[in-house]
């Protein structure tokens, strides 16, 4: 389980820093795509914690979780940017 995390998480940084660098429909689909990473290491990390047996395996959905919180919080700012000058 956690393995799978740490995979989803990496992609949701690498979806989230690409979604800068592109147009506005690539920017707008790789922002979706690095949002559901990120909601997905936010539940998976705390479901797979809360099942988690070993220490090492705790800590690496620990820092899942909160990597997919700070993904959330930096989709949160950039969305800002991304969607609403698209709306006027």
Known sequence: MFVLAYVLSSIGIATYMAHFWQSYPA?????IISSVCAIWCI???IVGRARAEN?????ILTA???IG???F????LSAIFLFVPQMT
Not at 55 to 59: F, L, Q, V, W, Y
Not at 73 to 76: A, P, R
């Open 43 to 45: 539940y998976g990390g």
């Open 55 to 59: 220490e090492r395996g705790k800590a």
């Open 69 to 71: 919180g700070l993904i």
């Open 64 to 66: 899942v979780s909160i």
């Open 73 to 76: 919080l930096g989709l949160t």
């Open 27 to 31: 920017s707008a689909v790789l922002w």
